[in-house]
């Protein structure tokens, strides 16, 4: 999914007017940035609910093959450990908050340096650097949107489920599975 959005968003990076619109007036590195400052004090804010979540259901391992298995470590000793859904959220959201954080820094650091380096030192290779920082830009914030709408998915539905694994009895009328 990350890279079907990815290619999505970067289209228009095909287009000179969007580059040069990108590199002058429309400053969508800046509103992203911006944007991406909020989203990490919800990531953020989120992880607190997670966390303190009351339902005994929550630290249980996740039914059926976890998608994770933890690995411990002690002395020379190592055990294996089913993911819970607790452990699963605090993950995903501290992940994405994580994710978010650096989108943040990056898009800044890129327009600081675009535009008191890039536009003195290699005029020229702008739109081309634009465009690799673009396709990478874009592709991270695929898997930022992705992944944040697996944890609203989570959030809103799964955790209220019981911990339940469908199960395929053979009966005399259906055949086995």
């Known amino acids: 999914m990350p890279l079907v959005l990815a290619a999505f968003f970067a289209l228009p990076i095909v287009s000179s007017e969007f580059v040069k619109d990108a590199l002058g007036s429309l400053d969508i590195t800046g509103k992203l940035s911006s944007f991406l400052g909020v989203l990490t004090g919800f990531f953020i804010a989120a992880l607190a609910p997670v966390a303190t979540f009351g339902k005994q259901e929550m630290d249980d391992p996740m039914p059926s093959e976890p998608p994770v298995r933890l690995e411990h470590t002690v002395n020379t000793e190592t055990y294996f450990e089913n993911l819970s859904r607790r452990q699963f959220l605090s993950f995903l959201f501290g992940y994405i908050a994580?994710?978010?954080?650096?989108?943040?820094?990056?898009?800044?650091?890129?327009?600081?340096?675009?535009?008191?380096?890039?536009?003195?030192?290699?005029?020229?290779?702008?739109?081309?650097?634009?465009?690799?920082f673009w396709c990478v830009y874009v592709f991270s914030l695929a898997n930022l949107l992705s992944n944040t709408l697996l944890g609203l998915f989570y959030l809103t539905d799964r955790i209220h489920r019981p911990n339940r694994v469908a199960r395929w009895e053979a009966s005399d009328d259906s055949p086995q599975k």
């Open 98 to 132: 994580f994710l978010a954080l650096v989108l943040y820094v990056v898009g800044y650091v890129y327009l600081v340096t675009d535009k008191y380096w890039l536009s003195e030192a290699a005029p020229n290779w702008r739109p081309t650097i634009f465009r690799i």
